[in-house]
């Protein structure tokens, strides 16, 4: 009648394909894998089976997604809510991603250089730049603090 649950080694291999191009956060993976009700208990097992094999780990997903993250130039907000999109908890970002560390200053004055380069003259191109860089995903102190110092220079 209906086609036939895959097996371990179907999920599995499946499973690692998708790793092999990417790395992927439990739940993302989970919900690639996901087949009927039957296949679940399989899904399950390949998931332990890839996390004991260390193919599979939210950790190293949060390091290379920050880290790939900061080099577009996105924000530390930006950056949170996409790991919390992925179903990264909030212990492991808080291990990958300070909103505090300094250099979301640095990152924040070459995207604002790069979109800029200029200080704003007025008050209505000051709140433009401030869009653009609160929807990079920078703090409003942050912000406040770079396009601030740039005014002075």
């Not at 007025?122 to 609160?134: E, H, I, S």
């Amino acid at each position: 009648m209906g086609q036939e649950d895959p097996s371990f080694d179907e999920i599995r291999n499946r499973a690692l394909r998708l790793l092999a191009r990417r790395e992927h956060t439990e739940s993302e993976l989970r919900k690639k894998l996901a087949g009927g009700e039957r296949a679940a208990a399989n899904v399950q097992a390949v998931i332990l089976h890839l996390k004991r094999a260390n193919y599979l780990s939210d950790d190293r997903f949060t390091e290379v997604y920050v880290r790939s993250r900061m080099e577009r130039g996105d924000g530390p907000l930006k950056i949170r809510h996409g790991l919390k999109a992925r179903g990264v908890q909030d212990s492991i970002i808080g291990r990958y991603l300070d909103v505090a560390d300094e250099v979301w200053e640095t990152i924040l004055h070459g995207v604002w250089a790069r979109k800029f380069g200029t200080a704003p003259s007025d008050y209505k191109a000051w709140a433009k730049q401030a869009r653009f860089l609160q929807s990079r995903g920078f703090t409003a102190e942050q912000i406040n603090k770079v396009v601030s110092s740039t005014e002075q220079e």
